[in-house]
Nanobody, 125 residues
Framework: QVQLVESGGGLVQAGGSLRLSCAVS????????MGWFRQAPGKEREFVAA????????DYADSVKGRFTIARDNAKNTVYLQMNSLKIEDTAVYYC??????????????????WGQGTQVTVSS
């Protein structure tokens, strides 16, 4: 039913930028909050950013504040993650996820009911 497909990952030098996209199908996209998580090699998955159904509320991990921006285009059923000033420690597989409500406690994985397959982001020196 609901499918999330991430794209836009790749190899980038430290200090560079990358824009990730997550296309959603099979649901009423505009009614649900969305989030981005990431998992680095040998590390547990962590919260990156979230956005409410109407875009009025956003939340970010401390490690990405001021560098990353989450946005959505409900007409295109797509959520974005603009990543600027990338650091080597940003290297990870990035996952898009759909929350079960329009907003809530977004930093934990609890409440996200659908996940994408992930897209690799590698930041080099």
């Amino acid at each position: 039913q609901v499918q999330l497909v991430e794209s836009g990952g790749g190899l980038v030098q430290a200090g560079g930028s990358l824009r990730l996209s997550c296309a959603v199908s099979g649901g009423t996209f505009s009614r649900y909050a969305m989030g981005w998580f990431r998992q680095a090699p040998g590390k547990e998955r962590e919260f990156v950013a979230a956005i409410s159904w109407n875009g009025d509320n956003t939340d970010y991990a401390d490690s990405v504040k001021g560098r990353f921006t989450i946005a959505r285009d409900n007409a295109k059923n797509t959520v974005y993650l603009q990543m600027n000033s990338l650091k080597i420690e940003d290297t990870a597989v990035y996952y898009c996820a759909k929350y079960w409500m329009s907003w809530g406690t977004m930093k934990g994985e609890r409440g996200y009911d659908y996940w994408g397959q992930g897209t690799q982001v590698t930041v080099s020196s």
